[in-house]
Structure formats: structure tokens, C-alpha cells
């Protein structure tokens, strides 16, 4: 049982345009909704995180927009530059449960092509 | 980045030897977990751990024990390797709710 659908598995977009991608949850009990960028033979790293009390945060080139009644959120990612090319993995956490474990969705490959 | 060391970075192992995977760390953080990473699965959590000596199950557990002795080490044991435990593992650190987890930078493991 997948509690944190992703997608898509991948996308190509130009320099400069935007990527999407969108994530879906199940738990209603999760309240902790991050994203992680990992580039190729690297850990995932904390990318930008949102909690369900509002509805979009922006850092950056990077925004999260979160619907909590559809139970979904979604990353933008402006003006796409070639070194954001990586794999993305949104997560969801109920951050007072024991351990603040997260959930991961299965990953975005983002290519940006120059 | 944080302070997490992982070893052995790359392993190659034969189905049925007993594999230790090792994660420490020096940030003084309690809460350290393993994940694995398989393509289209994202990650899953293996184990983790909220204290010495105190740990607990994640969603893919079977066939995965670990141990915490100290603060800074987190091991992870497969028993008997199995070619389905051939994956990228992942420790992590967290200082508990309400801040960021951490990943190291993985161990392959590939059981043959």
C-alpha cells in the first residue's frame, strides 16, 4: 500500500520553463510535507517543506502549493536551469508520532534540457 | 552537510552471508533510521532508531535487524542476504519532531 503517490516518473522540460510535479496522500493524519532533491550517487537533501496550515510556500524558484482537502500538494520548479536536472521525492510525516518517520513517493527524474 | 559517515560505501556480497552495514554520525542527533532505495519505490524505511538501545520496525523490516550501542552508530544487519536486498541503503539523522532528517550519502549493496 502506497500512502504517498508521485508523479510523473519523469519529465523533460527547456530551459526555463517549469516542472511540475504532483503528490497525492492517503493519511489525513500526516502534517509534515517535504520535498528532496537528489542528484546521481548522492543522498537526498531538504529541498523545501510545507505544513497543512497554509497553502503555498515559496523559496526561491521553488514553490509548494498544498490542497489539504483534495489531499495533494505539488512542486513547482521556475525558470528550470540545467543543474536542477536530479530526482525529486516528495514525503509525507506525522512529525509528533514515534521516530517522525517519513513516507517518500517514488521519485520525478527531471532532465532540463539546455 | 551533515555528519554522516556511511561504511562500506560499495559492497558486493554472495545470497546467504550475513552483510553490517554501518552509520555514524556527529551531530548528537537521537533518531537515526536506514532506508532503502529501489527504483520506482522511492524510499522505504527499513529500521529506526529513537535512542540508544531503542529501536523499532519500519514498512520493509523482514530480514533486517539493527543494533545502537551509542549515540553515534547504527548498524544494519542482514542475516542472510537475499538477491532482493540488493539495493542502495540510506541512514539518516533527525533531532526529532519538528526538524529536518538528514541522509547520508548511501551504500550499494549488490548480493549475487
Known amino acids: 500500500q502506497q500512502q504517498v503517490k508521485q508523479s510523473p516518473q519523469s519529465l523533460i522540460v527547456q530551459k526555463g520553463g517549469i516542472s511540475i510535479i504532483n503528490c497525492a496522500y492517503e493519511n489525513t493524519a500526516f502534517d509534515y510535507f517535504p520535498w528532496y532533491q537528489q542528484f546521481p550517487g548522492k543522498g537526498p537533501a531538504l529541498l523545501i517543506a510545507?505544513?497543512?496550515?497554509?497553502s503555498e510556500k515559496k523559496e526561491g524558484r521553488f514553490t509548494i502549493s498544498f490542497n489539504k482537502s483534495a489531499k495533494q500538494f505539488s512542486l513547482h520548479i521556475m525558470d528550470s536551469q540545467p543543474g536542477d536536472s536530479a530526482t525529486y521525492f516528495c514525503a509525507a510525516s506525522r512529525e509528533e508520532a514515534a521516530g517522525n518517520k517519513l513516507t517518500f513517493g517514488g521519485g520525478t527524474r527531471v532532465l532540463v534540457k539546455p | 552537510d551533515a555528519g554522516i559517515t556511511q561504511s562500506p560505501r560499495h559492497k558486493v556480497t554472495e545470497t546467504g552471508t550475513p552483510v553490517t552495514l554501518r552509520c555514524h554520525q556527529t551531530?548528537?542527533?537521537?533518531?537515526m533510521y536506514w532506508y532503502r532505495q529501489d527504483p520506482g519505490h522511492g524510499l522505504r524505511l527499513i529500521h529506526y532508531s529513537y535512542g540508544v538501545k531503542d529501536t523499532d520496525k519500519g514498512e520493509v523490516s523482514d530480514g533486517y535487524s539493527v543494533s545502537r550501542s551509542k549515540t553515534e552508530d547504527f548498524l544494519l544487519t542482514l542475516e542472510s542476504a537475499t538477491s532482493s536486498q540488493t539495493s542502495v541503503y540510506f541512514c539518516?539523522?533527525?533531532?526529532?519532531?519538528?526538524?529536518?532528517?538528514?541522509f547520508g550519502e548511501g551504500s550499494w549493496l549488490t548480493v549475487v
Open positions: 510545507i505544513r497543512p496550515d497554509v
Open positions: 539518516a539523522i533527525s533531532d526529532g519532531p519538528g526538524n529536518t532528517i538528514y
Open positions: 551531530e548528537n542527533h537521537r533518531y
